[in-house]
């Protein structure tokens, strides 16, 4: 229940295509979900959030689509760049005193922008 | 302003052995987690360090240990050292233990157990 599943696991994707990122989840309880980019020999680094209030969210070329019922949740990354070729993560966490600091994470997906 | 800082980048340990991690939170940050990522794997979430304290703890054995300094930087301590250790350590800060929004990480230290 404390799991999140991503899939794919790996992408190729066109330059200027768009990148379409997926994750399911279980625990209902489950009320922030966080999309990290991580570069070679880095730490992942914040991309866009979303709470289950909303069913869509967009940052400049990055859109996160959630679906409450499906217990789904999505990343979008339009007129996608070589320079956004990473390692993407979905997270989500439960935000009570009992649970914050512990994000769960999904496995991840590698992306490829080809130019 | 400085980010979230680890020392070491990279550590070579055997078996048996223990090490050593440390973390300096981003300015301002009093809250500290530990996360531990496998080689193509998700980060996994180790503990949280708050006012000195453990708070919360993920599914890791007693040979993981840690420490927060009152200068809110924080230690990650690995005893008998396994094979399977070989990992990135993840360090990340916030503010406050409240939320898991802004989390920022560092880029971590690449242990390797031979």
């Known amino acids: 229940q404390q799991q999140v599943k991503q899939s794919p696991q790996s992408l190729i994707v066109q330059k200027g295509g768009i990148s379409i990122i997926n994750c399911a989840y279980e625990?209902?309880?489950?009320?922030?979900f966080p999309w990290y980019q991580q570069f070679p020999g880095k730490g992942p680094a914040l991309l866009i959030a979303i709470r289950p209030d909303v069913s869509e969210k967009k940052e400049g070329r990055f859109t996160i689509s959630f679906n409450k019922s499906a217990k789904q949740f999505s990343l979008h990354i339009m007129d996608s760049q070589p320079g956004d070729s990473a390692t993407y993560f979905c997270?989500?966490?439960?935000?009570?005193?009992?649970?914050?600091?512990?994000?769960?994470f999904g496995q991840g997906t590698t992306l490829q922008v080809k130019p | 302003d400085a980010g979230v800082t680890q020392s070491p980048t990279h550590l070579i340990k055997t078996r048996g052995q223990q090490v050593t991690l440390r973390c300096s939170p981003k300015?301002?940050?009093?809250?500290v987690s530990w996360y531990q990522q496998a080689l193509g794997q998700g980060p996994q979430f180790i503990f949280q360090?708050?006012?000195?304290?453990?708070?919360q703890r993920g599914n890791f054995p007693d040979r993981f240990s840690g420490h927060q300094f009152p200068n809110y930087s924080s230690e990650l301590n690995v005893n008998a050292l396994l094979l399977g250790d070989s990992a990135l350590y993840l360090c990340a800060s916030s503010l406050g233990w409240a939320t898991n929004e802004k989390l920022f990480f560092g880029s971590g230290t690449q242990l390797s157990v031979l």
């Open positions: 625990n209902t309880a489950f009320d922030y």
């Open positions: 360090y708050y006012e000195e304290e453990e708070r």
């Open positions: 300015s301002g940050h009093d809250t």
């Open positions: 997270a989500a966490s439960i935000e009570t005193p009992s649970n914050t600091g512990k994000l769960i």
